[in-house]
């Protein structure tokens, strides 16, 4: 039987170029930077942080336990952080394990280079991506505006999207207040966080753009902050996925690829739960 719902432009060219590029290009840098926390798997907030000074999250390991610590906080991670097998079977003692890092084998300069390569890759496309999205009005379609930030109307997106009730008709083609906030938070706030403090971390720019200590509270915090911009970017990436498998993969992904999208059809209680 042939689907008569219609087929509808929905994203861009730039746009979906955009996605599948960070799409590779966001995750060797992930894996990248879990190799560089390997090689000091503490974090502190200031200027100075080593063994000796307390840390407020570390991932080590005793004589046979890998641990997760934050603060006085400790969970056991044995097996996965701090304490695991390689592919030989012999045990390791560094923060993550070989399969979520690049290279899989320990190397802190490797790593760096695999980083530091293709932090350009992310920064270029990306200072591009964002003049195209003034130009052309992108950002707007990603701001928010003063009703959709009611708190009756987020409190009434995050219902629907509870209970797996998601945008209809021709509302599906517009971002919802729950994807502009994330959208635009991982736009214009995460990414810009990631490479800002990225930069604050190199002893270059610090020699050249001293202001980035004082931003950011002191290199020490600039790391912490640079990971914990990471783990929210890592968790964006979760939910995403999972938001796509949800509201039907072929669709979706289909849309991302071509840009052609398949109007889902309206609901009759769509009205009903509409928000002014």
């Known amino acids: 039987m042939t689907d008569e719902r219609p087929l509808v432009k929905r994203h861009a060219w730039p746009v979906r170029v955009w996605h599948w590029w960070n799409a590779v290009v966001v995750i060797v840098m992930l894996m990248s930077g879990l190799m560089i926390f390997n090689a ?15 840390a407020w999250l570390e991932i080590g390991s005793t004589a ?11 969970v056991p ?48 496309p990306g200072v591009l991506f964002w003049l195209w999205s003034f130009v052309r009005g992108h950002v707007r379609q990603l701001t928010p505006t003063r009703n959709e930030l009611a708190p009756r109307h987020v409190l009434a997106d995050i219902r ?3 209970r797996l009730r998601f945008p209809a008709g021709q509302a599906a083609l517009k971002y919802n207040i729950l994807q502009k906030l994330s959208y635009f ?30 931003v950011f509270g002191g290199r020490q915090s ?7 911009a990471m783990a929210l970017l890592a968790a964006f990436i979760v939910v995403h996925l999972l938001m796509v498998v949800l509201a039907g993969p072929y669709n979706e992904i289909r849309s991302m690829v071509t840009g052609w999208f398949r109007l889902p059809p309206e609901r009759a209680d769509a009205k009903a739960e509409e928000v002014a």
Request: a positive charge.
């Open 40 to 54: 000091h798997g503490r974090l502190y907030w200031g200027q100075y942080g080593a063994n000796t000074d307390p």
């Open 64 to 74: 046979d336990s890998g641990y997760l610590k934050v603060g006085a906080v400790q």
């Open 185 to 214: 938070g991982v736009i214009f706030v995460l990414l810009p966080g990631l490479v800002l403090t990225g930069l604050a971390m190199s002893p270059a720019m610090d020699a050249a753009w001293p202001w980035l200590l004082d």
């Open 160 to 162: 629907n999207h509870a």
């Open 222 to 228: 600039a790391r912490s902050l640079h990971f914990i």
């Open 77 to 124: 991670t044995t097996g996965v952080l701090g304490y695991w097998q390689d592919s030989t079977g012999a045990v390791q003692r560094r923060a993550f394990p070989g399969w979520a890092t690049i290279p899989s084998g320990y190397s802190l300069s490797a790593a760096r280079r695999w980083h530091l390569f293709f932090a350009w890759l992310l920064v270029v």
